[in-house]
């Protein structure tokens, strides 16, 4: 079991000798001409940005995406923000007996919880067609990665059991809406939220870094998840077609509109409340992380988010 300070417990001056992942690397030049590697280190609190500027070439062959290594340097300011200058790297060897998931993060929920809320909700469903494909796919090692994987590499839930929390927490709003309109079919609208990102689980890899599969910027995880589904219902003798194509639906209009990657808009209620559901969800909790990620931050707003287009408001305390 690692045991030693987070990153986060560190502030520019201080030495620091840390074992981190390496997330990404490259070679650069300075204006100066000085040739250099640069390189975003991470531990399970934060990820941090680290230059290596002398004796760089005898790295050149051990560093890549995904390794762990031992890293003596100390912690700079550079534009507001931290970042480490790297003065000896080695990798790690096995008697250091650390490995990669000691450097990603995790969600803070308790996966042992999360998982009885799981099992809660796939009995919940009671119709017959649902409740079968459900299990087809959320089944033997397909459930062993939708329990760990993370819901995005960057911007929101981008933590070990990340898809899971995100889908809870959708289910919770999907529930609360279906609570105002009973209309709404819920066995529907619960599969769907239970399936929609279950592409998740090929598109991204999340066993030393999280990064894209080939499969995932290939083919993309909305159009995984669609056919899982449509594979799956061929398995079930009899699964009504038009069930099917609902739900299909549902997973293929989750993102809402074209311009977000979405192969179609929501056409029903199910998927339209599904929709507004997932956008709850990952806007909450991306914006959430930005903000406490700039928190120290000299000011009261965080630095320009692209994703969200904006900077937002950091101060917490309002004075009355």
Known sequence: MLNQKGLKEYSPGDEITIFLIVNKFEFKTAKNGKAYINLELRDKSQAIPAKIWDSFEKYTTKLKAGVVVKVAGQIEEYLGSPQMRIDKLRLAEIT???KSEDFLPHSNRPLNIMITELNEIINSVSNPYL????????????????????AGKGWHHAYLHGLLEHTLEII???????SFHPVINRDLLI???LLHDFGKTEEL????VFDYSDKGKL?????ISAFEIEKAADLIPDFP???????????????????????????????????QADELSAKTNAYKYAIEADKNKEGNWTRFLPLANTSLY?????SE
């Open 96 to 98: 250091d007996n650390v």
């Open 131 to 150: 409740n079968k494909l459900i299990k087809l796919i959320l089944s033997t090692e397909k459930l062993e990665k939708y329990l760990k994987a993370p």
């Open 172 to 178: 919770k709003i999907c529930d609360l809406m279906y």
């Open 191 to 193: 599969c769907g939220a």
């Open 205 to 208: 890899t999340f066993e030393s």
């Open 219 to 223: 083919i993309g995880h909305i159009m």
């Open 241 to 275: 077609v038009e069930l099917k194509n609902l739900l299909i639906h549902i997973v293929l209009s989750h993102q809402g509109k074209l311009e977000f990657a979405s192969p179609i808009e929501p056409k029903t209620i199910e998927a339209i409340v599904l929709y």
């Open 314 to 318: 950091t101060k917490r305390e309002v």
